[in-house]
């Protein structure tokens, strides 16, 4: 038995410093203390061999092994893995301390144990410069990412690297497979990726294994979900109150048809349908993994396999997500100087989605806020229950849907042309298959010391198959078909990436010099398919494909094959002087094929150069109180990038369209084709961005606190716009370079770790990103170009105008409500007595002033607990979802309690009869500030002692509960100021899209 003695010492830092609260703990057991207000410590019943752990909050953690003393004084040094850290930048890695560009930073452990089944959403409020689009919160959708700002009239979307492999996203990836992410922000550390680096870079590196013990992990989730917010509408009373105002005339209808119609009927009460209510569900969610992770000197493995099901709040499956993944990453050091590795994703999903943002008559989450609640889910009693306009479809051949459960009709509205959203749901069965392997080969040879060659091959294959079958239906005498509808299309996809680049390290004297070099092929092949029938031989289940199709069908085969080639040759040379300065060239030349651009105009040069000083570092600066300032670095770059994320297939040229007419000639059949309407524009190129960035590095108080700070001024030009070609040239449009859109801001970063004696561990870490968006040139003013409209309306009301922001908010500004008859009066802008399109003016912008998050993290022996929040100021959101077309829509609840009556002459909504004027649904009148804070995360885990878990040979068990997305405040009367829809038109416009559920989730992290 090993003999225990006590074991007295003193902790200083390395100024000689005493450090009072050092934790010291026997490793491997719980026996600890901590040193006094001097820095002394004693350590009792301590065995001549065991191995003693301190660690301190911002000083490096040190062992010490006992070797039978009983006096043990140790120094302990700052803590600089924040600076020593290696991260990506493109081709190669870099020390943090030696970035010069604006890069941020995403860790596994920042990623862990979200409820987001997605990648991208992970990333929100986590970092700044990043805002995370929610387009849609149903199971399976994806994420947008905007990276500062919104650089284009069209598409914004970011570079994604995925292990070196450029995907076209990263919601594919399970988040307990990322080892970390990089957001490439400035130009000059995006520039090294060239045409496709103007809106930012998302560089993901997966998980490797690791040299040591192996380990076996399982990591459960289970959450259950519901609607976190639910509209305010008018109920059946308020709803025939505020109709019969707006015309008289209908109070003989809802005599007729309502209160003296047996099918109005619920349980013997006349319906008071709140369509929210019963359409939206208890949704589930689970997700397992398992995985294996080991290495040794000369290889590693890491594997793993995730498993998600997640239904959604919709009543039955229609909205539901599954999702089996694999990941795959190994290498092995062959020889000294040639190692080969491999890393893979593999993915198989099935998507169920159903029809959102959108005021159309079938999409489900908008019509649960316009259908009047007079209609009830369903009759009662089959056939005979059922309204006459039911009775009477059947009677003509047409099928009304019928819940198939209980054999009644759904309820069809006699007031509104919207379609039951039961209805819609049994109406369609629609579904998506999808399977994509994504991965790289690589080889490193290092022939010489400092010199490492890479070669690497990219690849991905895809494949998404995708069904739609709709019976014959009836759902009011609007919407009707006898015909069925059976579509299937089919997208298989190759993309193969070559890459070879050298990389070369070189010390002179206190210089260190880093030249990199490569050149890259990229090709990549599509073949799609689509089908279509109306008649099969049967319309039972089993026959639902295109093989039962009859002759007599009105079939449609289409499909087409698109290929794509580029080529680019790139280079980085960076230089660092005795850690104080350094400076970084990048250089890229782009060249893409005639798919994008013509032969003569297609290739593009790319450079950039940024500097950093680290102040701290300076002699001068050697006697600071380094208690205080632990580092102090400067930096700037200057870059410029390109974006094809607007430039589609053959867009320069003037094609022959086929004119869908054969023509039979000399005995041959000829197709016959005709020209385009687009004049060709050769010299179109791809939108380009220039960038400057300015930013510090700051940590102070032995590093606890962190601090980064960026200022950018970034200006896009020669945006991709459709404008209308000279009538002399016998066409209609020609695709042009017009235009230049500015985005600048500041970012801050900070975080705060630190400890209350040896039991409570805190940290916080904070964010605030600003934004100013502006077309700074684009036509001359009042030029525009037209965005998305609301409901059924005609004219758009959003914008892209040179001096505004882009698709900004214009409408007509109501100036007051007449107190005499409650109709609404709109400002008269040129005075000219009349209230025209020229009354129009600038009403709001989508695009938050600035956006925020914050996570704040507590320790407490075996108990954990993070809040995590993120919110978005200063942006407004036009309420979108009314439709001006009906008189009969059910309305929001500030449209009746805010209206004009005779008993309250000054109210701020006209009357329920002047609220359908059509000027009224087009003005700021349903602009809302769209500003929130959402807390989306507060969760509490507790990890199991290890002393328990060698019984089951486990090494760590953690068991968490979470909370995710109950609390937001906003002043937004809609279900979520979050969700937009998938279009940066319309971004501003709420359509009713999927909401944001409320969830609650159990997990358990174990580790073997």
Known sequence: MQQQKSVTGKVTDSTGSSLPGVS?????????????????????????????????????????AVSGKTSINITLEDETIGLEEVVAVGYGTQKKSNVTGSISSVKTEDLANRSTTSAAAALQGKVSGVQIMNTSAAPGSNTTIRIRGFSSNGKSDPLYIVDGLKVPNIDYLDTDNIQNIEILKDAASAAIYGAEAGNGVVLVTTKAGKKGDGKIFVNTQNSFSSLAKKMDL???????????????????????????????????????????????????????????????DKGSLFVSFNYLNHDGIITGSEDSYKRITGQFNGNYQIKDWFNIGVKNSIETSKTKKISESSVLTGSITSVVNLLDPLTPVEYSNGLTGASSSVQDAVKRGYSPIINPETGNYYGVSRWTPSTNPFASLKLTDAYTDAFQINGTIFTNLTPIKNLVITSRLGYSFNNMYNYSYQSPYWTNNQLYTNDLNLVVSQLGSRYYQLENFANYNIKLGKSDFVAMAGTSYIKSVANYMNTKTNQLSSMAENYRYLDYSTSTANDLISGTTT???????????????????????????????????????????????????????????????????????????????????????????????????????????????????????????????KQVDAGIDLRLFKNKLTLTADYYNKNTDGLLVQSAANLTTGTSFVFQNVGVVNNHGVEFDVEWKDAIKKELKYGIKANLSTLSNNVDKY??????????????????????????????????????????????VYKDLNSDGQITEADKSYMG?????????????????????QVYGTGANGNKIFYGIARTNSD?????????????????????????????DPNYLQSDAFIFSGSYFKIKQIQLGYNVSKSLLRSIFASEMRIYISMDDFF?????????????????????????????????????????
């Open 24 to 64: 010291i703990v026997v490793k491997g057991t719980t026996t600890g203390t901590i040193t006094d207000f001097d820095g002394n410590y004693t350590l009792g019943n301590v065995p001549a061999n065991a191995t003693l752990q301190f660690s301190f909050v911002g000083m490096k953690s040190q062992e010490v």
């Open 234 to 296: 008018l109920n059946a009373e308020e709803f025939i109150k505020y109709t019969s105002e707006a015309q008289p005339t209908r109070a003989g209808e809802f005599n007729t048809f309502y209160y003296n119609d047996p099918s109005s009927l619920v349980n013997n009460k006349l319906a008071d349908t709140d369509w929210q209510n019963e359409i939206y569900d208890m949704g589930y969610r689970e997700r397992y993994s398992v995985g294996f992770q080991g290495g040794t």
């Open 563 to 689: 290929e794509k080639v580029q080529v680019a040759y790139y280079g980085r040379l960076a230089w660092n002087y005795a850690d104080k300065y350094n400076l970084q060239f990048n250089f890229r030349a782009d060249s893409y094929d005639a798919a994008y651009l013509d032969l003569q105009h297609n290739w593009g040069y790319f450079p950039s150069v940024s500097a950093g000083w680290t102040v701290t570092n300076e002699r001068f600066m050697q006697n600071r109180n380094r208690n205080i300032l632990s580092s102090l670095k400067v930096r700037a770059s200057y870059g410029k990038n390109g974006s094809i994320s607007n430039l589609g297939g053959y867009m320069y040229a003037s094609n022959l369209n086929a004119s869908g007419r054969d023509f039979y000639l000399n005995n041959k059949l000829y197709t016959g084709v005709f020209p385009s309407t687009y004049l060709a524009n050769p010299k179109l190129r791809w939108e380009e961005s």
């Open 779 to 824: 036509k001359g003013a009042g030029v525009r170009i037209d965005g998305s409209s609301i409901a059924h309306a005609t004219t758009p009301i959003t914008f892209f105008e040179e001096g505004y922001p882009i698709w900004y908010l214009r409408g007509y500004k109501v100036d007051h409500i007449d107190p005499i008859n409650g109709n609404p």
């Open 845 to 865: 912008s989508g695009i938050p002033d600035f956006t925020y998050g914050a996570t704040i993290s507590l320790e407490y022996k075996n108990f954990d607990l």
């Open 888 to 916: 009969l829509q059910n309305r929001a609840q500030f449209m009746y309690d805010e209206r004009w009556t005779a008993e309250s002459p000054n109210s701020k909504r006209p009357s329920a009869f002047y609220s359908l």
């Open 968 to 1008: 937001t405040f906003s002043k937004y009367p809609g279900t979520d100021p979050e969700v937009r829809p998938n279009s940066t038109t319309s971004m501003a416009i709420d359509l009713g899209g999927y909401p944001v559920a409320k969830s609650v989730m159990f997990g358990v992290n174990l580790t073997f």
